[in-house]
């Protein structure tokens, strides 16, 4: 930008642009490694199809946009809804009052069957109560194991925070760490303060917590960073998502500290860092279990009359392990983005 | 920062669009208050303030490392902190540039990655793709003459509605796909994501950038006929059509600078971090604004610096960081970062308040 800057020169500027990007094209600007032809092929998990007629499921979560996890969840629920000739209605937001209007909008659309999450589930109680008057079968999954039976859920699939979070707790005991950070990347979400909870009860070191912008990068890194430096005597950072665990790694070079990164949760990166050895272990609640027996669950229900759970007990999803002694099995299927 | 001290010239103090430049006012002045008028100057004092409070509550701080990492935080917010506030002095708004970042390593790692392509031809890709939402942004605005809050609230709904749903139809996830294996990543990554060794400190690579841009940024705006244009369609629009500023040229190309930091801080998180989440970016436009309007810009346009922001996006990562750093109970930390930034916000409006009133 100079004094000669000229209204003309604008109209070049994207001439010049398209016609670089076109040349590197030409040039042959393809690259030798990686990229999507370096990708093998595979389809979803598929069990042949049902004959039942066809019925209709909502899935309403308290996902926000572009978060992994949740999108394996709906993956397993597309997979189970495919299967059983059920037309999948999935539909999102972390607003707890948005997510009860988006029930209400399934009841009106008179669907088959209702898999909710209860992330607040005192927002949720109305709505449900009105679908049960509107005799829709509502099963709940991944948060709200508290909650569900109070709430008149008919089964409820997920992870006990908590236990999970104890697990964790009780191996890093068994790594002999001393002083863990729980990472926390959404200030007020009750899962995650359940899971740091859960690793302080059973830990026997001592356990810090940081709070970091989750929807910020370089953020988060700077963040534990810092944490890092303000206390050398961190030999474990606990994340609570996986690409919150890969940038702590960086975090951890950066810092120049020799901690060790576990996590919660998986994605396919997150499993190479685990062959890699840059992530020590993480533990899975396998989202799309979660996502697939919800739905399943509904279809059993109408067709066959099944309880899973006998309406009594919930069905746990994890905590399972997944270290560098499992990590192949797994990786296989998290490349698919469904693990 | 060689820049506060430039107090002299005359084409620094916002030219009045029309005839009457100067009303005498800022010759009579002493020195003095002259440098203490200027936009960065309040909030130059509350980023020492700010400084000087964690150097004594925060022992880790004094380290050297530790200032590395919190210049590293204030520079990606700073990178666009910089053609945002541009764009404030021009009297518009930019919402959008927060979920931009994203779409911009989005469409870079996308590109690369599914066509197979060197990675430089989705960096250059990307650069299209940003500048050419700068461009719609700009041209929506002059062309309808609707506020810019408005137009670019658009542009943030439609880009964040975009980045998840074409990232999910391109690669079935969420997320991109790591490129870190790919041809020219690790020549992309020195440009945008490597770090230097000063001093056994590993400074990080975009605090450079930051300040380059910032030093470009300044001059641009105090001496050439573009900066002046800036004031000018920032104070009063219809005065500078009438004197022969381009106004809409100044605008758009304004819009299209905030396209270009967004792309530079969107590089900057991928060859860092390899892959993308399409949710992430989300929030991050109100820190940018806040950092210009902390660095002295008014929200009405026509007045600020390019040297404020800087101050303003490095006190947003000194209270950031040093919250930590002091290791403060960190159920409080938004708390405490909301008060230390109203605290210097409050220093920064008393000194301009002092040296303007004589």
């Given at each position: ?8 020169s ?5 001439v ?115 679908a ?10 991944n ?39 729980c ?19 059973t830990f ?5 917590r940081?709070?970091v ?14 944490k ?45 860092a ?50 560098k ?15 | ?52 409070f ?7 701080v ?13 520079s990606?917010?700073?990178i ?35 066509l ?26 002059v ?14 709904l ?105 792309w ?19 929030g991050i ?5 806040s ?26 990562g ?6 930590v ?34």
């Amino acid at each position: 930008m100079d004094r000669s800057s000229h209204p003309r020169s604008r109209r070049f500027v994207p001439v010049v642009a398209v016609a670089a990007a076109a040349a590197l094209t030409l040039a042959g600007c393809s690259s030798s490694s990686g990229g999507k032809k370096s990708e093998e092929g595979g389809a979803n998990a598929s069990a042949g199809k049902a004959t039942t007629p066809r019925m209709t499921v909502a899935l309403v979560t308290h996902q926000a946009p572009g978060d992994t996890f949740w999108d394996i969840v709906r993956k397993g629920a597309q997979a189970a809804a495919d299967k059983d000739n059920i037309k999948l209605i999935y539909s999102a937001d972390p607003n707890a009052g948005t997510q009860s209007n988006l029930v209400q909008n399934a009841i009106d659309q008179k669907v088959d069957g209702i898999a909710v999450t209860l992330a607040k589930p005192d927002a949720l109680k109305g709505v449900i109560g009105k679908a049960k008057s509107a005799n829709i079968p509502v099963v709940g999954l991944n948060s709200g194991l508290s909650d569900w039976k109070k709430l008149g859920l008919m089964e409820f699939f997920g992870q006990d925070e908590t236990v999970a979070g104890e697990a964790l707790g009780n191996k890093l005991n068994a790594l002999g760490s001393k002083k863990a950070l729980c990472v926390i990347q959404e200030q007020g979400n009750v899962g995650l303060t359940q899971r740091c909870d859960g690793v302080e009860k059973t830990f026997s070191g001592k356990l810090e917590r940081a709070y970091v912008n989750g929807t910020d990068a370089p953020s988060v890194q700077s963040t534990i960073t810092a944490k890092l430096k303000q206390d050398s005597a961190i030999d474990h950072v606990v994340a609570l998502g996986a690409p919150i665990a890969l940038i702590a790694v960086q975090s951890v070079s950066d810092a120049g500290s020799k901690a060790k990164v576990a996590t919660f949760d998986l994605n396919k990166e997150l499993t190479g860092a685990i062959s890699k050895g840059t992530i020590e272990f993480a533990v899975d609640q396998q989202p799309y279990l979660q996502g697939y027996l919800a739905v399943d669950s509904l279809w059993l229900y109408k067709n066959n009359g099944n309880y899973s759970g006998g309406g009594e007990q919930p069905v746990l999803t994890g905590p399972a392990f997944v270290d560098k002694s499992n990590v192949d099995v797994v990786a296989k299927f998290a490349a698919k983005g469904t693990r | 920062m060689r820049m506060t001290q430039h107090a002299e010239p005359a084409v620094k103090t916002p030219p009045a669009p029309g005839p009457k430049g100067s009303d005498g006012r800022t010759a009579e002045r002493p020195l003095m208050v002259r440098v203490l008028a200027r936009p960065e100057v309040g909030v130059f004092l509350g980023a020492v303030a700010v400084y000087v409070f964690f150097l004594i509550a925060a022992p880790p701080v004094r380290d050297g490392s530790s200032m590395a990492n919190i210049l590293y935080q204030s520079s990606t917010l700073g990178i666009v902190t910089i053609p945002v506030a541009l764009l404030m002095i021009g009297g518009e708004f930019d919402l959008s540039a927060g979920v931009g970042v994203i779409t911009s390593a989005l469409t870079a790692s996308m590109i690369s990655y599914q066509l197979t392509m060197n990675v430089w031809v989705g960096v250059i890709a990307a650069l299209i793709v940003s500048l050419g939402i700068g461009f719609f942004n700009g041209w929506m605005v002059v062309k309808t003459g609707l506020p810019s809050f408005l137009v670019t609230l658009g542009t943030f709904l439609i880009l964040q509605g975009v980045n998840l749903a074409v990232t999910k139809m391109v690669t079935g996830n969420v997320a991109t796909d790591d490129i870190s294996n790919m041809d020219g990543f690790d020549q992309a990554r020195k440009v945008f994501a490597s770090s230097f060794d000063i001093g056994g400190v590993q400074v990080k690579i975009t605090v450079f950038w930051w300040l380059l841009f910032a030093a470009i940024a300044s001059w641009v705006l105090l001496r050439t006929k573009y900066g002046n244009w800036t004031f000018a369609v920032g104070g009063n629009k219809e005065s500078a059509r009438a004197v022969g500023v381009p106004v809409a040229f100044t605008k758009i190309s304004l819009f299209m600078l905030v396209g270009f930091g967004a792309w530079f801080v969107g590089m900057h998180q991928l060859f860092s971090f390899n892959t993308v989440q399409s949710g992430e970016g989300v929030g991050i436009e109100l820190i940018y604004i806040s950092g210009a309007v902390i660095g002295g810009c008014l929200l009405t346009g026509g007045y600020g610096s390019a040297i404020g922001p800087v101050f303003g996006a490095f006190m947003f990562g000194m209270v950031q960081q040093g919250i930590v750093y002091a290791g403060w109970n960190p159920d409080w930390f938004k708390a405490f970062l909301g008060v230390m930034l109203l605290g210097a916000v409050l220093i920064n409006l008393w000194v301009q308040r002092a040296m303007t009133r004589r």
